[in-house]
């Protein structure tokens, strides 16, 4: 426990830096306008870096980042009226838990509330959240984000064992099977539309890193795609690459309608072979309240494990 939480957390991006406002609903309408025109400044770049192929100027093989980071980009991936897996929270009482704090910098033993979440795709876990919350006011914390957690593909939070809560203007973080909340920072990617794109970034940390990273399938697609999808991902490859790029792989794949309009021409050049890797190893439902996917191994549903290497 003490060595997953000694290591750093590997994080989402943060924020662009854009004026905040103290309205909802018209942060919300500037972050979507944000998103799209983000897109659009990408469409046209790649006017020029993606070029149809003629006889006269063969087409150019993009090499720059299309997305500076994911997150931001694609906020209908999933929305608030999406179904989730979330079913029960139990209190389990308080107790002390080493918990990562990014107030602190570091890990800290922590007299935590307790509640055991279970979802109705069969899966639960310990939620931790620090005492500066009340009682009371620790669970509807703990309900608001774990209703978006459930959000998430069953195979992407089976390994995920503990989602721990604090107050703060501090980034999420993903590891350790763990997901790392602070609930100001939250607040605004909930504003943003972004909220569960952000947890599903930081699960990959927590449950896919550890078993694709070192995959040599992943590493030969990342080496024969023509770049990386955001600038975050190629700064740090073997970070932040899987999380940035499974996100839009599979809305690509099952909610093609989500996502910004270019989008599929961005991907399919820019991280062609990536996008067949997911296709080819995960085979997840994007949404966990979904049918089992058909062509998904029964085995691979069996075994408790969401190691992606384990699916042909
Ligand atoms: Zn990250």
Known sequence: MLGQLGRAYDQAMPMPLTPRRNHRATRFRASRFAAKATL??????????????????????????????????????????????????????????EMFDRRLDRAATINAHLFDATFTDGLSLEVRVNPEFARDRAESVARRYLVALGQLPTELRRNL?????????????GGGRDVLVHTVQGERYAEDG?????????????????????????LAAQEADPTYISTYARDHPAREDLAESLLLCIAMSQRPERLPDGMAKVLSEAIPHRLRFFDEQLGWNIDPTAPPMPDTPPESRESGTSTPTSSP
């Open 194 to 218: 972004i909220l569960t794109e952000t947890l599903f970034h930081e699960t990959v940390h927590a449950t896919i890193d550890e078993h694709c990273k070192d995959d040599p399938r992943w």
């Open 161 to 173: 064992r503990t989602f721990t809560l604090h107050d703060g203007d501090q980034l999420f973080g």
């Open 40 to 97: 659009l400044a990408m469409a046209s770049l790649g006017t020029a870096l993606y070029a149809p192929v003629t006889a006269a100027e063969p087409a150019m093989t993009p090499t720059e980042p299309p997305f500076h980071g994911t997150i931001f980009i694609a906020p209908d991936i999933y929305l608030d009226t999406d179904p989730s897996a979330f079913d029960t929270l139990t209190y389990a009482g308080q107790a002390e838990r």
